[in-house]
């Protein structure tokens, strides 16, 4: 199984600034990586696929970038709405696996 | 408009079975792989199994595997997870997943069935 790991637990960050969430795959998965959001008592929501492309109705403040075992997730200015939980997940290999979130608090 | 609806959560002993079902509409069913994932509380998530399109092919997470079996009436669109063989740590709200046509990803999620498994 490719564990994957998030980095850091949580992350504060005052409105309006960047915002660097970092995955690292145990082994590689290519670029089968995944970013989703999640809010309190809410589904999660995709954002990212293939590393680094955004999904349907994305902000282009959100991007992704990486590969192999390196990724990242950037938001380039943090608005109020983007404070949540952040998933990163491979689907390289079964068993597809999540990373065990970030969570992107207000400072 | 993608609707995803489980049911079937509830409160059982460990040991005990329950059956989730996943009842899917706006979009052609029998063309995408589905899949269950669950959070246990306060915690992150996991995928427990997938399914292809056609129900041919099913992939299980170690965690289940022997235990959950995850099976889908394209006619009824509708998925169905029986779990048995229930565990404390099986706990958790499940969601029903609609896979990317091309993607390991979901694109749609249901709204979850909490399963909580207890004495």
């Known amino acids: 199984e490719i564990v994957m790991t998030q980095s850091p637990a949580t992350l504060s960050v005052s409105l309006g600034e960047r915002a660097t969430l970092s995955c690292r795959a145990s082994?590689?998965?290519?670029?089968?990586l995944a970013w989703y959001q999640q809010k309190p008592g809410q589904t999660p929501r995709l954002l990212i696929y293939?590393?680094?492309t955004r999904a349907t109705g994305i902000p282009a403040r959100f991007s992704g970038s990486g590969s192999g075992t390196e990724f990242t997730l950037t938001i380039s200015s943090l608005q109020s709405e983007d404070f949540a939980v952040y998933y990163c997940?491979?689907?390289?290999?079964?068993?597809?696996?999540f990373g065990q979130g970030t969570k992107v608090e207000i400072k | 408009e993608v609707q995803l609806v489980e049911s079937g959560g509830g409160l059982v002993q460990p040991g005990g079975s329950l059956r989730l079902s996943c009842a899917a509409s706006?979009?052609?069913?029998?063309?995408?792989?589905m899949g269950w994932v669950r959070q246990a509380p306060g915690k992150g998530l996991e995928w427990v199994s997938v399914?292809?399109?056609?129900?041919?092919?099913?992939y299980y997470a170690d965690s289940v595997k022997g235990r959950f079996t995850f099976s889908r009436d394209n006619p009824k669109t509708t998925l169905y997870l029986q779990m048995n063989t229930l565990r404390a740590e099986d706990t958790a709200v499940y969601y029903c997943?609609?896979?990317?046509?091309?993607?390991?990803?979901?694109?749609?999620w249901g709204q979850g069935t909490l399963v909580t498994v207890s004495s």
């Open positions: 997943a609609k896979r990317s046509a091309t993607e390991g990803v979901i694109e749609n």
């Open positions: 706006g979009f052609a069913f029998s063309s995408y792989a």
């Open positions: 399914i292809s399109g056609s129900g041919g092919s099913t």
């Open positions: 082994h590689s998965v290519s670029s089968n």
């Open positions: 293939g590393a680094s």
């Open positions: 997940q491979q689907s390289n290999n079964w068993p597809w696996t």
